[in-house]
Every structure is written in C-alpha cells, then in structure tokens.
C-alpha cells in the first residue's frame, strides 16, 4: 500500500504549524488556556490542528472539553484514532485526517456541519450515559456511511494531495470506522468477567470484524484488547479463530493487534509522571496499567518475543509505580519526623479537610500497593504501609490526630486487625 | 465449612410457619462493601448473621461474627459495631441504628459521618419535647383549656391540669407521655416530620427515578425473553418493592396519624398496653429497614453507570430479604464480591461510597430539609 502524500502546505497551514510549534514548548497552564480557545470556536477547522502536537500532554493535563456531537460520534473509535503524521497504512489504528472527509459526506450542508458542532446536552462524563446518547448517532452515521459512495471528485490530484489520503487508503479506513460505529454499543457495553455474557458479546463482535476484511478485523481486535483483560479474551478470540478457520491476514491481525497494544501500554509507562502526588484519576490510570501488564504477563502460549516483551514492561511498569508511590507517601503521610501531618488550627472544618485528604490519599496508595501486590512485587510496598501504620499507632508526641482518625489510617496501611489492636485497654 | 455455618435455602427461609414467619433479621449498615446486605438477627444464642450469596449461589448463609469476619473482611468500623450488637439482648432496627449511630459518632465511619451523628444526637431531645408538647396542646385544646390560663411553669403546669381533669397522678400521666413521646419520636407528626416521614418522602422521590431508569433500560436491551437482561429485570424488581413498601408504609402511616391525633385514647391504650400501642411504629420501622441505603445508595450515584453497578447491590439491602419466591428469576442474586475480579481498589472505593451513604443516613436522623 502506498502512503498517501502529506497535506499540502497552504499559508493558513503553515501558520498554524508555526503557531503549534510553539504550543509543543509552552507550560500546562498556555496549553489549557489555547485548548479552551479551540473548544469554543463555532467551527474548529485548522485551529484543530494546532493541538496535534500536544495531544499527549493533554492526556496527562485531562482538561474537561465540551462534548460536541462530532467528539461523540468519534468517541467509539477514540482508542485507535491516532495523528496523521504518526499514522502508517499497516498500523491498526485510523489516522485523524479521515475526520474532515467523514464529515463532508455524513454532513453535506453548512446546517449539518454546524450541528456537528454543537454541544451534546446530558452527562458526557459518565460511560453508561455516553453510549445511551451515542448510540441513536452511531447507528446513524453508520448506516449513512454505508449508503453514501465516495464522491468523484475524491480521486483528483488536488484533493488527496490537501487531505493527505488517497481514495484506495481511505475507502478501507471508513469501512473500520462504520464497523467499530455498528459495534460500538456492543463494545462499550462488553462484560468484564470470564462468563458466559462475556462469551456472547465477544463473538458478535468478532463475527462483525471478521466479515469486514483484515483491517476491520485487525482494528476490532485493537478494540476488544483495550477494552477487556487480555487473559480473558485472548483464549477465547483464539478459540475463535481456530473455530472459523480463520488465517493468514487474520493470524497476523491478532499478532499486530497485541504488539499495538502493547506498544500503547508502553507509551503511556514511559509518560512522564506529574510531580503532584498521587490523585484519584493517576491511581486508576496506573492500576489499569498494572492490570493490563499483568493481564499479559498471564497468558501462556504466546510468541517468545511478546513474552519477553511483557516480562520488560513489566519490571518497567514496577518500577516507576513504586518510585510514584513512595514519592507520594513520604510527601505528606508519612513526612520526615518532626514534620506534623495535622496543622496546628484550631478550625474543626480545616482539621476536618486535612483527615479527608490523608484518607483520600492513603486510600490511592493502598489500591496501587494491591495492584502491585497482583504483578508480584508487594514485598517493598508492605514495608512502607507498615512503616507508615507503624507512625500512625505511635505517633511523635507533638502529633495531635486523634485516635480514632490514626486508627482508620492504620486500617488503611495494615489492615482493621491492626487499627483494633490500638484501640484503648476497657476501664 | 459446612460443619460450622448452616445454609439455609431462600426457598426454605420465608416459608410461612404456623408460628409466623422466619426472622429476616435487621440490615445492618456496615461499610465493607463485602458485608453489603447482611442482615442480623438474636433470639437465645449469640447473634446470628445471614449472608446472601456467598459464593454466588442463591440463598442465604447463617453464620456467627467470628466466621462472618473471616469469610467477609469487614472495615474496622464493622468490627466494633458487630462488638457492641452482640452485647444487646434484642434486635430490632430501632436498636441496630441506635448503636449504629453510636459507632459512627466515635468517628468509625469517618468523620462525616461523625457530624450527622453528632447532629441527630443533638436533636432528639429537642424532637421529643415537641412531639410531647403536641400532644399536651391537643389534650388542653379537647379540654377546652387554654395554656395561657394556666400557672406559669409551662412544662409541668399543662400536663398537672390534665391529670387533674382525668383522675391521674401527675408523675403517671408524665410518665405515659414520655413513653409515648419515645415510641413515636422515629415518625414524629406531619408538621414536625422525624425520621420515617423523611425516609418515607426520599423513597416517593427516588421512585420516578428508578422506574425511567428501568424504561430505559427495557429501551436500550429490548424486552426479549430469550435474551433477558439481568439488571433491567432486577430494577423492575426493586422499583416494583419500593412502589409497594411506600403504599404500606402510607397506609401505616395513615394509622399512626389517626392513632397521634387522638391522645386521649392513645393515653389510656399506653397504660394499658405500651407494646401493643406502639406496635404500628415498630411494623412501619419493620417495613422501611433497609430503603434508606437504597434510596440513598441511588441517589448518591452521580452516573448511569455508577447506578447500574449497584443494581443487584441494592436489592440486597431491602428487597434481598429471603423471597417468597425462593429465589426464582428476576430475584436478587449477584456476583459475589469477592469474584468479580474488580480487585481490592475497587473495594477500597466502594467503602468509600458506603461512608458517604452512611452520613447521608445519618442525616435523616435530623435533616428538616
């Protein structure tokens, strides 16, 4: 397959490149300050553009964008959307500039564009929410990407030169996309546990991607990997394949699906961690990141190199979690001595915040020690809860947390047979 | 295991006996996520804990504290309120939620809900005082007295003046309306609303809520009897159970309005019987234990998600009573916990939430709002 030509290189593009090369270097607060910028264009256009550059700090800052209904219709496929320039016509993922080409034929009319662009009304935030207001629009668009044909004047010179993608590249990747719209319920609504349901809906899916070719194969099985613990739905997608006598392109669809994944577990271990401690939404990313290594490290007959490759990231993956872990315990629960973790207030409400916090944080530790725990490297982790419990059963004189709050922390770092052995002798 | 717990089947569990029912038991609001929808129970042996689903079968499982801490894990809030039911004689969830709130005043369940705690403790000698002083304005106005008539001690001169007109000792007729106070302070009057009217008032909201829900859910997942779907069949369930307890409880309710608005009879129905004049409160008390961590269970669920997730939860704390049914289709039965593979982190938050809720019960103890 050839690559398609790069975007020609209009002034307008020129000058956003010029202006994105600058946001590359800015601070956090610059790149949230131009992100709210672009979020409140009425039509986003290149200034879109200028964001490529700095999507993957945006992943790490979570700024809460507005959800218009084009972010909804491409949320299912938000997993394997990637920017054009790292995009490669073998890869399992859809390059982003198939965005302006899908919305010139789902949305023909200025009117259409505008409502693209508009903002989806309800609780975006929410998983379960999301697919109920997605899924009358995914049905939508995939049935209008499966009755509308690619207009000619696609083929010129011209406008695969400004788009960056030949009709031959892009016929194939909107086929994905209509595939992983049609499944996208299916997918997002997916049982966790090795069950019977879980069965059902993955044999659905696979069945629907193995009826669509190799890459909507490939790409469907991206999906399911990011989606499901590999441990559970690597046997049974096996099983499926050795079932429907599938091969060839289709063997080698799982191989590149399981490389990309864990090429995207990789990307984000190596992510530079904020300096902040550990908050609520970086202990769950780095828990599903235990999760998903450790999913891998458990299959068995895999190709060596994968194993050997799991077995890296996961001492990799160890690694960096302890040291985030240990940073952020010693930062405020467990300070140097002589450094109190209650402030010396008298305000019940600020005494009250501060309990709340120590609780919150000890709580992120304790799930990421049990997620270590699960990888196999608890050891280092327990001594530094029993460290830490063993401060809070004895606290330094000039410590003024009272008992019973000491007693849930210690529960937190050793366990409630612990903290009840604190409590105070009967009168 | 066998040897040490007794498993008795739903199906064998509410069978009607010609001594009545079996026992339920009590909810007890602990906060391990792994103890959600345990229940409690006391006759003449140590108190008796049934467990539903332990190991993801139908059923219930009946089991000392010792093997329950064991099998379950509690929170360090759980052991000492387990401590301190099994120093009480008798179980009610009168008396549950009374050493429940004790518990969480000390700060077990953190320091939120220490607060409401605090607040509820504050406010029941108040309550009671003015549902006693309701009832006294109720007696001098049958009497046709009027308060400002009488001497100038307005605590005891109204009810000396009663006991006067009816032939009674003071001290006895003070006595009965303390009593009476006690019994029905957990209802309290319509213009002075406790505990039950609230709880009473949060599940006629939460019931709207509930059944879109499970439209809803029928919408997305078709109502296909192939293909059930298992938490759109339980929240048909439960909502049909809420619908149905709100009509009970108004209906008791409507009886103990009756019964506060005609003190005189309730006076002389008091001395006679205490238990007996009281029994309404007590069924009422019966019949909504468990709905206050349903309700508040669902409406502290900010997401579709989080709602969903706690579907077959909630059916425990007031529906997963033994069913009738013996635990057919459509009853309450899901995954035990510690198999869904959520691992400990998710435990670790779902305590957390149990916390919340727990404050927010609490809270009913004095919310006017």
């Keep these: 397959m050839t690559p398609p030509d790069r975007p020609r290189s209009t002034p307008a593009a020129i000058h956003v490149r010029g202006l994105s090369q600058e946001l590359r270097h800015a601070s956090d607060n610059k790149i949230l300050q131009v992100t709210r910028m672009v979020d409140m264009l009425p039509e986003r256009g290149p200034a879109d553009l200028l964001l490529e550059p700095v999507r993957a700090r945006l992943a790490m800052l979570r700024p809460v964008r507005p959800m218009t209904r084009l972010r909804l219709l491409l949320t299912p496929a938000d997993p394997v959307l990637v920017p054009a320039k790292s995009w490669h016509p073998d890869a399992l993922t859809l390059p982003r500039s198939i965005i302006a080409p ?182 769950s990313e780095r828990i599903a990141l235990a999760e998903k290594v450790g999913g891998f490290n458990r299959l068995d007959q895999r190709p060596p190199e994968e194993q050997r490759r799991t077995s890296r990231l996961r001492l990799k993956l160890i690694e960096t979690n302890h040291a985030l872990f240990e940073r952020s315990l010693r930062a405020r629960l467990l300070p140097p001595v002589g450094t109190a973790v209650m402030p010396a207030t008298g305000d019940p409400g600020a005494r009250d915040e501060t309990v709340h916090t120590l609780e919150a944080e000890a709580q992120h530790l304790r799930g990421l020690a049990i997620a270590a725990k699960r990888l196999g490297d608890g050891e280092r982790y327990e001594r530094l809860l029993q460290e830490a419990a063993a401060r809070y059963a004895a606290p330094p004189r000039a410590e003024s947390l009272p008992l019973v709050d000491r007693m849930r922390l210690v529960e937190l770092f050793a366990g409630p047979e612990a903290a009840w052995a604190m409590r105070p002798p009967a009168p | ?246 009509a009970q409880a108004n209906s008791f309710l409507s009886g103990i309005d009756r019964t506060l608005a005609d003190p005189g009879m309730l006076i002389d129905f008091f001395r006679t019987d205490a238990i007996a004049a009281a029994a309404p409160v007590a069924a009422m008390d019966n019949l909504l234990d468990g709905w206050d961590r349903v309700c508040l269970s669902w409406q502290h669920a900010g997401t579709v998600s989080e709602r969903h997730a706690l579907i077959p939860i909630m059916g425990l704390y007031a529906g997963g009573r033994p069913q009738p049914d013996g635990g057919g289709k459509g009853s309450y039965a899901p995954p035990p916990f510690l198999d869904t593979g959520q691992g400990g982190a998710a435990l670790i938050s779902m305590r957390s939430r149990n916390e919340h809720v727990r404050a927010r019960e609490l809270a009913l103890d004095h919310d006017p709002s």
Aim: hydrophobic residues 45%.
């Design chain 2, 1 to 246: 295991m066998s040897s040490i717990l007794t498993r008795s089947w739903a199906a064998d569990v509410p069978a009607p006996r010609p001594d009545g029912p079996a026992d339920p038991g009590v909810l007890v609001p602990f906060t391990a996520p792994q103890l959600s929808g345990v229940r409690a129970r006391r006759h003449d042996a140590p108190v008796e804990y049934l467990l539903p689903n332990l190991a993801g079968g139908r059923g219930t499982y009946v089991a000392p504290w010792p093997m329950v801490a064991e099998l379950t894990g509690p929170s360090l809030h759980d052991i000492v309120l387990a401590q301190r039911l099994a120093a009480q004689p008798l179980l009610s969830p009168a008396i549950v939620r009374e050493q429940a709130r004790l518990v969480a005043l000390e700060g077990y369940a953190g320091r939120a809900a220490a607060l409401e705690a605090a607040r509820g403790r504050d406010s029941i000698a108040a309550d009671a005082a003015t549902l006693r002083g309701g009832l006294v304005s109720v007696l001098l106005h049958r009497a046709g007295l009027d308060r400002r008539g009488l001497p100038a001690d307005p605590q005891t001169a109204p009810v000396r003046e009663i006991a006067r007109l009816i032939g009674w000792e003071p001290s006895q007729l003070d006595g009965v309306l303390g009593g009476i106070a006690d019994a029905f302070l957990s209802v309290g009057t319509a213009s002075a609303p406790r505990r039950m009217r609230r709880l009473l008032r949060l599940m006629t909201e939460v019931l709207p809520s509930m059944e879109e829900e499970q439209a809803r859910l029928s919408h997305d997942h078709g109502t296909d009897a192939a293909r059930p779907h298992l938490p759109s069949q339980l929240l048909r369930r439960l909502a049909s159970d809420l619908a149905q307890a709100i």
């Design chain 1, 102 to 283: 899908l919305v010139s034929l789902i949305a023909p009319t200025p009117e259409d564009v505008r409502g693209l662009n508009g903002q989806v009304p309800g609780d975006v935030s929410d998983g379960a929410a999301l697919t109920r207001l997605g899924a009358p629009l995914w049905a939508d668009t995939a049935r209008r990407l499966t009755e509308r044909d690619l207009p000619a004047a696609w083929s010129s010179r011209e406008w695969q030169a400004q788009h960056g993608l030949t009709v031959t590249v892009l016929a194939p990747l909107l086929r994905a996309l209509r595939l992983l719209l049609e499944q996208a319920v299916t997918l997002r609504q997916m049982p966790t546990l090795s069950d019977a349901p879980l069965e059902a809906s993955l044999a659905e899916v696979l069945a629907a991607g193995s009826a669509a070719g190799p890459l909507g194969w490939g790409v469907m099985l991206a999906m399911v990997l990011g989606t499901c613990r590999a441990e559970l739905v690597m046997p049974i997608m096996q099983r499926f394949m050795r079932d429907q006598r599938l091969a060839g392109p289709y063997a080698a669809g799982l191989e590149k699906a399981a490389k990309e994944m864990l090429d995207r577990i990789e990307d984000r271990i190596d992510a530079i961690l904020p300096e902040a401690p550990l908050d609520a939404a970086l202990a």
